[in-house]
């Protein structure tokens, strides 16, 4: 596992433990050398679980995914939503940009709506982009599904981002674990920035 050095300084800081390379440093010269220490392991690993943005609840379910015991499961698909204000997710696969979509920020009613309201679904929706755009991302992503599982990947993380994380991403992320769903195949749905918010 791994984290950005800011956040392992504020998990420190919180915890108020000590690093154990710290005890007579600063705490920022522990994690350079432990990241020294630790960079053969780090570069030998099959996996590298970044939880800089990841909630407790957030890690148990990729450790639990990455590390089933059964190998016939199926891959496990997870879509998330961003602002690009805050920055990409770290542990995205695979990163769709749907700022070119009508914005319904700046229509006064909708503004305090999010994406999961029909108000703003219907809004989306007159968007004469949006639908095109759908259908080529649910062929690309039905050609990837099965290219992925063949190469035996079970985890796969789809960010779908707009300028806030609120309006057209949450749309067309809630759109497409519907579209999933259709499919037989279970996407488990977060959306960082608008949870952030308590919505």
Known sequence: MDCVDDILVRRFKETRRRHPLAVDRPLSEGIRRERNRMAALRGAADIVIDTSDMALGDLKRALEEHFHLTREAALSVFITTFGF??????DADRVFDVRFLKNPHYDPELRPLSGRDDPVGAYIETD????????????LLDLLLGGYQAEGKSYLTIAVGCTGGRHRSVYTAERL?????KQGKAAQLRHRDLDKLGI
């Open 85 to 90: 204000r805050k920055g990409l997710p770290r």
């Open 128 to 139: 004469p982009t949006f639908q095109p755009f759908f259908d080529k991302l649910t062929d």
């Open 177 to 181: 674990a519907r579209w999933f769903e």
